[in-house]
């Protein structure tokens, strides 16, 4: 499945973005979908992940409460709000697939996930 983040910008401390990741496959809903991010110089870390249908989701403890992931599965996206921004929330966010039906899963590891889109960059200004 081919994956297209956006939404990335610039925006103040305290704002919020809306990130975006559309899949190319009709089979979306059978895959279990997950939000990375990566700042300069550091490795890549578990955002956020949500089940297929979108019973479960799981947070990072770092975005626990300001983030929230969702899923359309009739648009084929995945969706990442980010509230109240801080400047180390500032990267690179990237979504990620894993096809996990007929499952409801949740997943932290980037090495379980497959499929990966291309990065959108977020700029928080202090």
């Known amino acids: 499945v081919q994956l297209q983040a956006s939404g990335g910008g610039l925006v103040q401390a305290g704002g919020s973005l809306r990130l975006s990741c559309t899949a190319s496959?009709?089979?979306?809903?059978?895959?279990?979908m997950g939000w990375f991010r990566q700042a300069p110089g550091q490795e890549r870390e578990f955002v956020a992940s949500?089940?297929?249908?979108?019973?479960?989701?799981v947070y990072a403890d770092s975005v626990k409460g300001r983030f929230t992931i969702s899923r359309d599965n009739a648009k084929n996206t995945v969706y990442l709000q980010l509230n109240s921004l801080k400047p180390e929330d500032a990267a690179v966010y990237y979504c990620?697939?894993?096809?996990?039906?007929?499952?409801?899963?949740?997943?932290?590891?980037?090495?379980?996930?497959?499929?990966w889109g291309r990065g959108t960059q977020v700029t928080v200004s202090s």
């Open positions: 949500i089940s297929r249908g979108g019973r479960t989701t």
């Open positions: 990620a697939a894993h096809f996990t039906y007929p499952h409801e899963l949740t997943m932290r590891g980037d090495w379980e996930y497959e499929n």
């Open positions: 496959e009709r089979s979306f809903s059978r895959y279990t």
